[in-house]
């Protein structure tokens, strides 16, 4: 990811659609690893027919109900964006609230996630958009048709 010295970063909600994809070969490995059901199409099928609780796999990310942490976060995050929209900030306050909740461990973690280890969005020298970390989760948030969560941007000082 390209960005400048004086660029700041900043959460923001921003959409699924407007996240990179991740490249087929990457994201068969992810899919190898954490959902073997998706290695046929069928099986894929299947899997999305069962109810949420009995969908099993491997992997921490597509155990989470992201329906429920994406409303969490987006609330955490317009709460302490009233104030300021600056990483520290918002990091800090969320967190903080997360704390309120009566949330299970799964759920809180993955909350925390997304403010404490975020989705970086920025731009590389071609223009076009990047994400320096957050693939797995996106993918996860993905297939649960999430349409936006809370993502870091990289952005030019106001």
Not at 56 to 76: E, F, K, Q, S
Not at 88 to 113: F, G, I, M
Request: glycine letters at 4%; a positive charge.
């Amino acid at each position: 990811m390209i960005e400048s010295s004086s660029d700041v970063q900043r959460f923001r909600v921003t959409q699924m659609s407007e996240l990179p994809t991740i490249p087929a070969h990457k994201e068969k490995t992810w899919v190898t690893i954490c959902m073997p059901h998706q290695d046929h199409p069928w099986r894929n099928r299947l899997w999305r027919l069962l109810p949420r609780p009995l969908r099993r796999c491997g992997c921490c990310y597509h155990r989470v109900d992201w329906v429920v942490v994406n409303t969490i976060a987006l609330r955490l995050f317009r709460e302490a964006a009233q104030v300021s929209r600056d990483y520290e900030y918002v990091r800090e306050r969320a967190c903080e609230n997360l704390s309120l909740d009566d949330l299970d461990e799964p759920t809180s973690r993955a909350v925390e996630s997304l403010f404490k280890n975020p989705l970086e969005v920025g731009l590389d020298g071609k223009g076009e958009t990047t994400l320096s970390n957050g693939r797995h989760r996106t993918i996860a948030m993905r297939d649960a048709r999430i349409p936006a969560t809370v993502a870091l941007h990289w952005e030019p000082p106001a």
